[in-house]
């Protein structure tokens, strides 16, 4: 992973977290929408990485880049990852900006844990940047789950507003 990409991944972590404020109406979601949904992309894509990196320190290599644009599960994150930040973002911005705060410190306390690991288990040089990027990106997942978590339970800020008016159509299956 390039660095350009890893300082942008950060700014969004952080002005994510920065930006955290009460649920506002729908309206104003879109925005924090967005931002998840980008934060998510970043992520997913980082998280794809580091599944690379596993299956490579295993032995199964990518020989090709026909390997590498073939749909795989390994791609999910990167389909999963903007489907959740943007619902996340949608739904609380307290709870993005907790994910996004919690993620950017699991990712620099799972790179240090993993550089270590992985030179205690590879015993090469490439055992340690492997290690980083692979403990990086669980304790970046780690630490989006647990933020959102604890975002989502955070219930200090105003009430949310009440609709007008709702409408509800039924797609059968129910009695």
């Given at each position: 992973?390039?660095?350009?990409?890893?300082?942008?991944?950060?700014?969004?972590?952080?002005?994510?977290?920065?930006?955290?404020?009460?649920?506002?109406?729908?309206?104003?979601?879109?925005?924090?929408?967005?931002?998840?949904?980008?934060?998510?992309?970043?992520?997913?894509?980082?998280?794809?990485?580091?599944?690379?990196v596993t299956k490579a320190r295993v032995g199964h290599y990518?020989?090709?880049?026909?390997?590498?644009?073939?749909?795989?599960?390994?791609?999910?994150?990167?389909?999963?990852?903007?489907?959740?930040?943007?619902?996340?973002?949608?739904?609380?911005?307290?709870?993005?900006?907790?994910?996004?705060?919690?993620?950017?410190?699991?990712?620099?306390?799972?790179?240090?844990?993993?550089?270590?690991?992985?030179?205690?288990?590879?015993?090469?040089?490439?055992?340690?940047?492997?290690?980083?990027?692979?403990?990086?990106?669980?304790?970046?997942?780690?630490?989006?789950?647990?933020?959102?978590?604890?975002?989502?339970?955070?219930?200090?800020?105003?009430?949310?507003?009440?609709?007008?008016?709702?409408?509800?159509?039924?797609?059968?299956?129910?009695?």
């Open positions: 992973m390039s660095r350009r990409s890893l300082n942008l991944g950060l700014a969004v972590a952080l002005g994510a977290a920065l930006h955290a404020a009460p649920a506002r109406p729908a309206g104003a979601q879109t925005i924090p929408a967005v931002v998840g949904a980008a934060g998510g992309f970043v992520a997913g894509t980082y998280t794809m990485a580091a599944i690379y990518l020989f090709s880049l026909h390997d590498a644009l073939t749909i795989t599960p390994e791609i999910l994150p990167v389909v999963a990852g903007p489907v959740a930040g943007g619902w996340l973002g949608a739904e609380s911005k307290v709870a993005l900006g907790r994910a996004a705060g919690w993620g950017a410190v699991g990712f620099f306390g799972g790179a240090a844990l993993g550089v270590t690991a992985g030179h205690l288990i590879w015993r090469s040089d490439e055992g340690r940047w492997a290690g980083a990027i692979i403990g990086s990106a669980a304790g970046m997942l780690a630490g989006v789950v647990l933020g959102a978590r604890d975002g989502f339970a955070d219930d200090s800020g105003p009430a949310a507003p009440t609709p007008l008016f709702s409408i509800s159509i039924p797609l059968g299956g129910g009695r």
